[in-house]
């Protein structure tokens, strides 16, 4: 007979230790308590803690009596396999595919869909969107950070409507349908989001067959084997393959993006799945911008001669692609050249400088990310979108904190003055987002200038 939820949590020793011993927080548990119910995907945990029995489990009775999760619902055309055997079903648009494994995320953005999905940093990842009317302003060819799209798929509430928008040039599952990526609407996203809140984010595989046909059992053995994001380094797989120059500046009414004709600076810029409003805005600061690849040497970057040296946003496990990318930055540091990182450049920066990296439970991903800046007391809205942190308490001497987070408390920024290097983990070109963080772009000009902003 099921055993009530508030005797399991007594029996693992309260609330804290329960929620430590599962992996989980607290404000899961409450909802637990609530529901009287405990989802199946801690269940094996819960058993191996507890020696329960399987039938003892909070809601067994009701998990016997739902239906089979192989079972296609009337209607659906697509499906979000997740590694615990969890089916979501939907309406699939955008491109038929059986689908790779990814990691599944959340992003709370509610404009920009465009940059979101186009930005390298998703390699490797199924993107939920917490906002539930994606699609309603189509697509254009200048909103883009990158030529393709690095994610695996999307999943929107609602279904996609015809854009109502004057810059749109294309449906958004035409754009799609083109870029080969698939999306699946019509899904909860709130219970989805709320999964990869309380557990984390999953394996899975967002799957639109052509045929109609799926093999659910076959599409969770492939997600369950995905080895997931720790340790794989995906900045090559998104970097540019030679070096090239880059002079278009932000968008600006009536004119669009213009061009820098007057440079005060050269920058090299370490494309580790760069977005093009990043280059962007280097150039809008004064720049000559030079990309040259992520498994670029010390020599490559510095036989440019630039006059500081930029470190781009990318996907991946900064531990795997620092195995080459840290040699070259601690030379670009050794040669005292400025430099300024973001995203994966800051992580890369902190590993540089003798810091370690991990991988949040969560992550942040949206534009709406409070960070506040400890040299200044200012608090910033910020737009993010990365899987792991450095860890602050590894920061050696000389390394100090500049940005904290407002939501976890993870590092946002450090600083090196006696290297003139810094770096944020946000990203300060606002696309999309808010345009609060520019003036580090300023910083890092004012820096090459031999100041201060």
Same mark, same amino acid.
């Given at each position: ?131 539930? !009317?994606?699609?309603? =302003?189509?697509?254009? %060819? ?7 799209? +690095? @994610?695996? $798929?999307?999943? &929107? ?108 600076? !050269?920058?090299?810029? =370490?494309?580790?799945? %760069? ?7 280097? +150039? @809008?600061? $004064?720049?000559? &911008? ?126 090196? @003055? ?36």
């Amino acid at each position: 007979m099921p055993i009530h939820v508030d005797d399991i949590i007594e029996k693992l020793g309260g609330a804290e230790v329960a929620a430590r011993k599962l992996g989980v927080g607290t404000e899961a548990l409450r909802k637990w308590r609530q529901n009287g119910a405990i989802p199946t995907r801690h269940w094996p945990a819960l058993i191996q803690a507890t020696g329960l029995a399987l039938g003892d489990m909070p809601g067994a009775a009701q998990e016997t009596a739902m239906p089979d999760p192989t079972a296609v619902p009337d209607g659906a055309t697509a499906c979000l396999a997740l590694a615990d055997g969890s089916v979501f079903w939907g309406r699939g648009f955008g491109a038929f595919t059986q689908g790779e494994p990814a990691e599944v995320c959340f992003n709370t953005g509610m404009t920009g869909y465009q940059e979101t999905l186009t930005d390298p940093s998703y390699a490797g990842q199924i993107i939920t969107f917490t906002f539930p !009317h994606i699609g309603n =302003v189509g697509t254009n %060819a200048e909103d883009i950070e990158a030529t393709t799209i +690095a @994610a695996r $798929g999307l999943i &929107v509430k609602q279904d996609v409507t015809d854009p109502s928008n004057w810059r749109s040039t294309q449906r958004l599952d035409g754009w799609l349908r083109a870029q080969g990526v698939a999306g699946l609407g019509g899904v909860d996203t709130r219970a989805l989001t709320a999964r990869i809140r309380d557990g984390g984010a999953p394996n899975g595989i967002l799957c639109h067959p052509a045929d109609g046909r799926f093999d659910i059992p076959m599409l969770v053995a492939r997600a369950e084997a995905w080895p997931g994001l720790e340790g794989m380094d995906l900045a090559k797989s998104v970097s540019c393959t030679q070096a090239y120059a880059w002079d278009e500046t932000e968008w600006a009414w009536p004119a669009g993006h213009g061009r820098q004709t007057a440079p005060k600076h !050269h920058v090299v810029a =370490v494309d580790y799945g %760069a977005k093009r409003n990043i280059l962007r805005c280097l +150039a @809008a600061a $004064g720049c000559r &911008v030079t990309v040259v690849p992520a498994t670029a040497t010390a020599e490559d970057i510095l036989c440019h001669r630039p006059d500081g040296v930029f470190l781009s946003n990318g996907p991946g496990d900064p531990a795997a692609t620092g195995t080459y990318a840290v040699a070259a930055i601690q030379g670009v540091l050794g040669a005292g050249a400025p430099l300024f990182g973001i995203c994966l450049g800051h992580q890369l920066l902190g590993l540089a400088l003798g810091a370690r990296t991990y991988k949040l439970a969560r992550g942040h991903r949206g534009a709406n990310q409070p960070v506040k800046d400890l040299t200044t007391g200012r608090v910033e809205i910020t737009s993010q979108n990365h899987g792991f942190a450095v860890d602050e308490a590894s920061l050696p001497a000389g390394v100090t904190v500049t940005h904290v987070s407002l939501f976890d408390g993870s590092n946002e920024g450090i600083a090196c @003055a006696e290297q003139r290097a810094f770096s944020v983990q946000y990203h300060p070109e606002a696309s999309p987002g808010p345009s609060d963080s520019h003036y580090l772009f300023r910083r890092f000009v004012a820096m090459m200038d031999g100041g201060s902003e």
